[in-house]
T-cell receptor, first 114, second 111 residues
Framework: EAQVTQNPRYLITVTGKKLTVTCSQNMNHEYMSWYRQDPGLGLRQIYYSMNVEVTDKGDVPEGYKVSRKEKRNFPLILESPSPNQTSLYFC?????????????FGEGSRLTVL | GENVEQHPSTLSVQEGDSAVIKCTYSDSASNYFPWYKQELGKGPQLIIDIRSNVGEKKDQRIAVTLNKTAKHFSLHITETQPEDSAVYFC??????????FGTGTRLQVFP
């Protein structure tokens, strides 16, 4: 079954405590990205990756890092989380930019930073 | 850059009625317009999309229309059912690169 798996699904943490949200896909997709969803703001792209070892900033990258060492994994790293990073995060994959078009989303990771 | 506005933010309809959600975009070069449905506790899922060489596309009870001149596109759901209740997002992009999403519409269908 085609899947985008995020972990953890729910996390409460404190300001400054580094955390990683993992994302794994089994569809062999080249393109992976991270979004955050906030009320009234919709889905905003944080970072994206067109392929292994290729990453680039989206619209709201401040405070986040990513890496793409393997095709299937695209972790989101918050080195020093702050309360304004409290949000619902989604990992998404796409076969490849310029083709197909459909984004496949994970089920989301709800993060609360106290 | 591209900007997508979506209205209304909430929409309540009676089961069996129609629902319409509207989006406008700013970049006339945009040529790909998908709609995503997000059910409670889940990630968004593509339900229909349209490209700029087409004015309308239908899939059973769902249709999308595109007016390139006015730079707006709409989602139409006919004969709504309770399972249509969800948050709907429109989006726009050039050649499926870098989707820019609208702010979402929460649709509630009352039995």
């Amino acid at each position: 079954e085609a899947q985008v798996t995020q972990n953890p699904r729910y996390l409460i943490t404190v300001t400054g405590k580094k955390l990683t949200v993992t994302c794994s896909q089994n569809m062999n997709h080249e393109y992976m990205s991270w979004y955050r969803q906030d009320p009234g703001l919709g889905l905003r792209q944080i970072y994206y990756s067109m392929n292994v070892e290729v990453t680039d900033k989206g619209d709201v990258p401040e405070g986040y890092k990513v890496s793409r060492k393997e095709k299937r994994n695209f972790p989101l790293i918050l080195e020093s989380p702050s309360p304004n990073q409290t949000s619902l995060y989604f990992c998404a994959t796409q076969l490849g930019t310029g083709r197909a078009g459909e984004l496949f989303f994970g089920e989301g990771s709800r993060l609360t930073v106290l | 850059g591209e900007n997508v506005e979506q209205h209304p933010s909430t929409l309540s309809v009676q089961e069996g009625d129609s629902a319409v959600i509207k989006c406008t975009y700013s970049d006339s070069a945009s040529n790909y317009f998908p709609w995503y449905k997000q059910e409670l506790g889940k990630g968004p899922q593509l339900i229909i999309d349209i490209r700029s060489n087409v004015g309308e596309k239908k899939d059973q009870r769902i249709a999308v229309t595109l007016n390139k001149t006015a730079k707006h596109f709409s989602l139409h759901i006919t004969e709504t059912q309770p399972e249509d209740s969800a948050v709907y997002f429109c989006a726009a992009s050039i050649n499926t690169d870098k989707l820019i999403f609208g702010t979402g519409t929460r649709l509630q269908v009352f039995p």
